[in-house]
């Protein structure tokens, strides 16, 4: 079946640092793919997605780019700030009516001052 | 616009019990998924709702059950609760919820519901 990979964490950076995290996935046909983020107490929050291949998401300084050929998603932000804190949940739809995402196991990061 | 608003926040149960669980979409909103949120497991899909009508299902036992009114408001059950069940519930809506290619799913802040 459908499955999302993600890199463990917990993920700690100083402030100012270069961030990426890992997302691959499996799945046939061509999926939509996203990243949500979720801060202490909260829900989730839709960061960035896209919906072809090659497509490029971005939002808030973060990107990640839609590569069918190495089936990766991976999320990168050129320099973290405090506020950055969170989970990071890699996530595929599947475009072929199941209605759900797919979720990875989240990705802790932690920023220091 | 408001958004996704699920209560209670925090139930406390006790084994053997069963429990409701609220979920409003956001206005205009037609649907309405479920997942559950452990640290183990992680987030795991329960089930979808587009008008009143569940169109897909995640594999989870039949103790878990769902419903949703005509105005898109949706409930869950889970009946018999288990320790496992231990968990964070959360509701998701979109409007259409035709896969997610062209329409994001909004997240509640969830139900923290602790079996004893």
């Known amino acids: 079946g459908n499955s999302v990979t993600q890199m463990e964490g917990p993920v700690t950076l100083s402030e100012e640092a270069f961030l990426t995290i890992n997302c691959t996935y499996t799945a046939t046909g061509y999926p939509s793919l996203f990243w949500y983020v979720q801060y202490p107490g909260e829900g989730l929050q839709l960061l960035l997605k896209?919906?072809?291949?090659?497509d490029k998401g971005s939002n808030k300084g973060f990107e990640a780019t839609y590569r069918k050929e190495t089936t990766s998603f991976h999320l990168e932000k050129g320099s973290v700030q405090v506020s950055d804190s969170a989970v990071y949940f890699c996530?595929?739809?599947?475009?072929?009516?199941?209605?759900?995402?797919?979720f990875g196991t989240g990705t802790r990061l932690k920023v220091l001052a | 616009k408001a958004g996704v608003t699920q209560t209670p926040r925090y139930l406390i149960k006790t084994r053997g019990q069963q429990v409701t669980l609220s979920c409003s979409p956001i206005s205009g909103h037609r649907s309405v998924s479920w997942y559950q949120q452990t640290p183990g497991q992680g987030l795991q899909f329960l089930f979808e709702y587009f008008s009143e009508t569940q169109r897909n299902k995640g594999n989870f036992p039949g103790r878990f059950s769902g419903r949703q009114f005509s105005n898109s408001r949706s409930e869950m059950n889970v009946s018999t609760l288990e320790l496992g069940d231990s968990a964070l519930y959360l509701c998701?809506?979109?409007?259409?919820?035709?896969?997610?290619?062209?329409?994001?799913?909004?997240f509640g802040q969830g139900t923290r519901l602790t079996v004893v």
């Open positions: 996530a595929l739809s599947e475009n072929s009516g199941t209605y759900k995402y797919i």
């Open positions: 896209a919906t072809k291949a090659d």
């Open positions: 998701a809506s979109s409007l259409s919820g035709g896969g997610f290619r062209n329409t994001e799913a909004f």
